[in-house]
């Protein structure tokens, strides 16, 4: 939570904006391996998780999006795409209540590699998740989510669950 003091004094306790995307070729989501953050283990390392982050000062929804995959996988991506909002404010695993925009891309072209938040990058088959509890927050959701919708769409965004 941010702790935030208005013009009329009164303080209040406002959400983190977070985005996070599947990034799908061939049947396959690309996931990363959490790592670090200037040396010290990031919250839930070592765990499976969707390529995404913090938005920054400044950046719209797409910038926020695309800067978090190019830093986190070295892609750029096409065909984004708002599949989820997420704005449950006691999602598991969760010590921020943050806001999430969950988008779904392809990989357009690898430009770099990522950096030390990721340890580890994995195409995993849609029929061939990392287990659950390997999976960091509530993001196997996200995956389970996915999978149905890849076998039955539905209409974009999909808001809650």
Wanted: hydrophobic residues 35%; proline residues 4%; charged residues 30%.
């Amino acid at each position: 939570m941010i702790t935030c003091t208005f013009e009329d004094g009164g303080k209040g306790k406002l959400r983190h904006v977070t985005v996070n995307a599947l990034i799908v070729d061939d049947g396959k989501v690309l996931l990363g391996l959490r790592g670090t953050i200037k040396g010290k283990p990031l919250m839930e390392s070592g765990k499976w998780s969707l390529i995404g982050g913090f938005f920054e000062h400044g950046e719209t929804l797409e910038q926020a999006i695309r800067r978090e995959i190019r830093e986190e996988s070295g892609f750029e991506v096409q065909d984004l795409t708002l599949f989820r909002i997420k704005d449950n404010p006691h999602r598991k695993g969760e010590d921020r209540a943050n806001v999430e925009f969950v988008f779904t891309a392809h990989p357009a072209k690898k430009i770099g590699e990522s950096d030390e938040e990721v340890q580890k990058l994995q195409w995993f088959s849609l029929d061939a998740l990392p287990p659950e509890q390997t999976v960091a927050f509530d993001h196997y959701s996200d995956l389970e989510l996915y999978a149905n919708y890849v076998k039955s769409p539905q209409k974009l965004p999909i808001f809650g669950k």
